[in-house]
């Protein structure tokens, strides 16, 4: 019997248990397992190369007896990694040229032994810089065209700009948040270089210029907006348009400036939209989906960014801008560094709605308000809405004490886990019901009185909300980064989970082993007869 089966498992989740598995028998039998359940290519390929991992460690193939018709290129890939004579690689190379002649494999042979040839010859000198242009001569794409790409090297950059989303008239959350965050940021930053730069904030739709003031409340040195009434729904051309005229060619008096230094973006529907497409036009790199900021040195030796192989350089005034990574499984921390001949700039992120505080407004603060001008062509709304529907209110987490989260837990049950869910938010006054992803994307069957619960305006984490609450209680989610950054903030967190090794117990507050379905009731009795405390205690075992 497996100690995990995987078709209870999202894949970022699958990933970090899997890598303490060291037994090839019972990885073989979760394969099965996945294979015969929910079938998924990424899970299996992430069993089958854990189970690769460990043959390699039981099973070293010696290269000059390996038999290269028997093994796969991938075989053939992870052999030569360890290989450090070039004569054992050229070897090689001849018998896979006179054998099966794998164009795969012929090229991982031969890329091994360039890196080795390149440590060997390395010297101090300059990486030789050959323009696109010359360099493909037949290239038919529009960046050997972009003045902006290699036009400017060297050039001037100030200021952190804030895109300040806006809906019904007012600035959403996120956007208070991040001129909150910009003004910490950038009052260090003049503090540490000795600089007076500023925050701009920008805004962009209609009726939007009596929101300029607020902005300047919540950290805003200066203000720049742009309105039209044909504005008034986000639209990708013209706000990208704008947004970029504004950072690079509109004739303000006080940007004496190439481009912005910084740019942040919330992490909402329209910004990951609009972060994409803005730091796209101006020819530069994009972090998505930050959990936070902020500006440090960065000692980097690639060759493509120092120019000089073998050399180390100090890179200033660089935004880091740590984020769940893909796997789910860590943090990574994104550089957007320029290199010899080619600027990176605007350093651009995107940022998690509720990943920082929201400060405090000062009405007393002072700032610039300035008018953006520029003509809107006509084909920029070619499109046009003339009917849609508007929900009355969607679904905010953020201000409840306490809020109630289900897992993929519910899975036996799906149905009866969200009643209980529901009955244990309806013992609290100020409460709501939150969900993993794990549930939303799932292929769960609810009974109709609960289905309308099961939506992504719900869903805690990465890509859904971030909540602080008094109290947080995760019944069946076993504690994914994503899902973490959604609520690790949160004052109390008490966890119910049937897996004592679960990554959620690291951080909580209360974790009680024991299966969601018998553990809430318990909860529910006691909350209704005022001994939550004494019940949790009980079955806990911290």
């Known amino acids: 019997m497996v100690s995990i089966d995987p078709t209870e498992y999202e894949i970022a989740e699958l990933g970090p248990k899997i890598k303490d598995v060291e037994d090839v028998d019972e990885l073989e039998e979760m394969l099965e397992l996945e294979a015969s359940g929910e079938d998924r290519q990424p899970v299996k390929t992430l069993i089958e190369g854990r189970i690769d991992t460990l043959s390699e460690d039981d099973e070293a193939v010696d290269p000059g007896e390996a038999d290269l018709a028997e093994l796969t290129v991938a075989d053939i890939a992870n052999m030569v990694r360890g290989i450090e004579d ?145 504005l008034a729904r986000f639209r990708h051309k013209p706000y990208t348009e704008i947004f970029c005229h504004m950072c690079r060619d509109a004739e303000f008096e006080w940007r004496d400036y190439h481009e912005p230094r910084y740019n942040v973006f919330p992490a909402t529907n329209n910004g990951r939209d609009l972060s994409a497409l803005v730091q796209a036009e101006l020819d530069s790199g994009l972090a998505s989906d930050c959990s936070d900021l902020y500006i440090d040195t960065a000692n980097i030796s690639n060759p493509a960014k120092t120019g000089t192989p073998g050399e180390s350089k100090e890179f200033g005034r660089v935004l880091h801008m740590p984020r769940p990574d893909f796997s789910g499984f860590e943090y990574s921390t994104i550089l957007c560094i320029d290199k010899p001949h080619r600027d990176f700039h605007p350093q651009g992120a995107s940022v998690i709605p509720g990943a920082f505080d929201l400060p405090e407004p000062d009405a007393e603060r002072e700032g610039e308000i300035v008018e953006h001008g520029m003509d809107l062509p006509d084909e920029w709304f070619h499109v046009e809405v003339i009917e849609y529907d508007q929900l009355e209110g969607g679904v905010d987490l953020t201000d409840n004490e306490v809020v109630v989260a289900l897992g993929r837990g519910i899975g036996d049950e799906p149905t009866r886990g969200m009643e209980l869910g529901l009955e244990l938010v309806d013992t609290f006054e100020e409460a709501d019901l939150g969900l993993s992803r794990g549930v939303i994307t799932a292929s769960y069957e609810f009974d109709g009185h609960v289905d309308d619960y099961v939506a992504e305006e719900r869903q805690i984490g990465e890509s859904g909300q971030v909540v602080e609450p008094d109290l947080y209680i995760a019944a069946g989610i076993s504690g994914a980064v994503q899902h973490k950054v959604g609520m690790d903030e949160s004052d109390t967190i008490i966890s119910i989970n049937t897996n004592p090794d679960a990554d959620i117990r690291e951080f909580s507050d209360y974790f009680i082993e024991g299966d969601l379905f018998e553990v809430l009731p318990r909860m529910i009795e006691a909350l209704e007869e005022g001994e939550l405390a004494g019940a949790v205690a009980e079955v806990s075992d911290d």
Not at 129 to 144: A, F, G, Q, R
Not at 150 to 162: F, I, L, P, S
């Open 86 to 230: 070039v004569d054992v690689l050229e070897d090689l190379l001849d018998r896979e040229r006179d054998g099966k002649e794998r164009k795969s494999a012929i090229s991982q042979i031969e890329s091994r032994i360039d890196n080795l040839t390149e440590d060997e010859d390395a010297e101090e000198t300059e990486v030789e810089y050959v323009p696109p242009e010359e360099k493909y001569p037949d290239l038919d794409h529009p960046t050997s065209e972009k003045r902006w790409v290699e036009g400017t090297v060297d050039g001037e950059y100030r200021d952190m700009w804030v895109y300040c989303e806006t809906q019904q008239g007012e600035l959403i959350d996120v956007s208070k948040e991040m001129l909150g965050k910009a003004r910490e940021l950038m009052d260090g930053y003049n503090d540490e270089y000795g600089e007076d730069e500023q925050v701009v904030a920008v805004l962009i739709g209609d009726g939007i210029a009596d929101l300029a003031e607020e902005a300047i409340a919540y950290g805003a040195d200066r203000v720049v907006y742009h309105e039209d009434e044909r």
